[in-house]
Nanobody, 123 residues
Framework: QAHLVESGGGLVQAGGSLRLSCAASGLTLSTYDMGWFRQAPEKGREFVAAIRWTGGPTILAESVKGRFTISRDNAKNTVYLQMNSLKPEDTAVYYC????????????????WGQGTQVTVSS
């Protein structure tokens, strides 16, 4: 059974940093394009970042560009989202997703996604 499990969320002051992890079980992430998206109560789902496991460039949403970095570690079957200079508007549940179609990552059409991890940024 394929599962994605996000971790690393928590409470942080504005300007602080968090590193989220997305660990895969039952599938090999090196064969998937991976994305991060988030959802806040009044904002709906929002694309955050994506990485093409086969070697393409990464994509970052304009709202996080220059602050967030997406990366991977194939040996650990894990994708990361390094979040720096966090702002209160970054508060949301963060999810990772896996797809075999790069064109779908920004549209949030994923074959698999996890349960999410809560990120709360205080002002």
């Amino acid at each position: 059974q394929a599962h994605l499990v996000e971790s690393g969320g928590g409470l942080v002051q504005a300007g602080g940093s968090l590193r989220l992890s997305c660990a895969a079980s039952g599938l090999t992430l090196s064969t998937y394009d991976m994305g991060w998206f988030r959802q806040a109560p009044e904002k709906g789902r929002e694309f955050v970042a994506a990485i093409r496991w086969t070697g393409g460039p990464t994509i970052l949403a304009e709202s996080v560009k220059g602050r967030f970095t997406i990366s991977r570690d194939n040996a650990k079957n894990t994708v990361y989202l390094q979040m720096n200079s966090l702002k209160p508007e970054d508060t949301a549940v963060y999810y990772c997703g896996a797809t075999q179609n790069w064109a779908d990552v920004r549209a949030l059409r994923y074959r698999y996604w996890g349960q999410g991890t809560q990120v709360t940024v205080s002002s």
